[in-house]
């Protein structure tokens, strides 16, 4: 995760540094090396949110572009079940970024939790991402997305 909490204060990782999760309050390292984006990882377990993707620049990117305040926010429903939101705004709108690939019925899942989502997908990690992801919405979803235009944005 991009953030941790200290003392308070949503803090970016930084070589040695400790925090504490957002969404589940348990220690986090600050994971500061050459292959990966600087992120906090849980210390000794895993992510709280299973539904939670290895951060890359992709991820980073996108987040970017939306206030920080906006980014990594957790989420609960009535059950207790947590999750943290890519981007959640404050009219409860949630944009997910997913890079790697997701099944159907892991989107309706997920856009049912958080209520309203904008999916950003990234169609370009293989030359048939794209023809799929398409196929997918129309074919999975014609309730959901019956006249909701699905935008394909080509971003350098
Ligand atoms: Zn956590």
Not at 79 to 84: A, F, K, R, S, V
């Amino acid at each position: 995760m991009r953030f941790a909490l200290l003392n308070g204060q949503r803090v970016e990782a930084t070589p040695g540094a400790l925090g504490y999760c957002p969404g589940c309050n348990a220690a986090m390292l600050a994971r500061c090396g050459t292959k990966k984006v600087w992120h906090w990882a849980h210390k000794g377990r895993h992510h709280c949110d299973h539904w939670w993707e290895n951060e890359t620049e992709w991820h980073r990117d996108w987040k970017n572009r939306f206030f920080t305040d906006w980014q990594e926010v957790p989420a609960r429903d009535e059950t207790g079940e947590l999750h943290i939101a890519d981007i959640k705004t404050p009219y409860d709108l949630v944009i997910e970024f997913q890079h790697s690939a997701i099944k159907s019925d892991e989107v309706r899942k997920r856009t049912d939790f958080y209520g309203q989502v904008i999916w950003i997908i990234d169609g370009t990690r293989r030359p048939t991402d794209l023809t799929q992801y398409e196929r997918m919405l129309s074919e999975n979803y014609p309730e959901r997305f019956d006249g909701v235009d699905i935008y394909t944005v080509y971003c350098e």
